[in-house]
Nanobody, 125 residues
């Protein structure tokens, strides 16, 4: 199983960026994906989750970020709009086999079996 995250880069405050996570080695209808991020000196945190029927977002990104999946391409996207300097971090995608998670558990890193390598997002003018 491999997860390949891409799409990071330098973006100005207020701008947009779309991250992609390509999943190989898993059947598309049997995994859920979460985007995590880790800023310098901070703990890794859950940003957004997409399951089979549910999506979750961290409060800090609600209304600005949108997660989606294209099962035909085995790819999950994170559309980042109205970005802020606080969004600067390395973004990781993580996969978990099975059914939808619940709101109290999707942020728990130990729940995820597979991780991508991370892509750097820098928000700066």
């Amino acid at each position: 199983v491999q997860l390949q995250a891409s799409g990071g880069g330098l973006v100005q405050p207020g701008g947009s960026l779309r991250l992609s996570c390509v999943i190989s080695g898993l059947t598309s209808d049997y995994y859920t994906i979460t985007w995590f991020r880790q800023a310098p000196g901070k703990e890794r945190e859950g940003v957004s989750y997409i399951g089979h029927r549910r999506t979750f977002y961290a409060e800090s990104v609600k209304g600005r970020f949108a997660i989606s999946r294209d099962n035909a391409k085995n790819t999950v996207y994170l559309q980042m709009n109205s970005v802020k300097p606080d969004d600067t971090a390395v973004y990781f995608c993580a996969a978990r086999r099975g059914f939808d998670m619940i709101s109290s558990s999707w942020r728990q890193q130990e729940q995820y079996e597979y991780w991508g390598q991370g892509t750097q997002v820098t928000v700066s003018s």
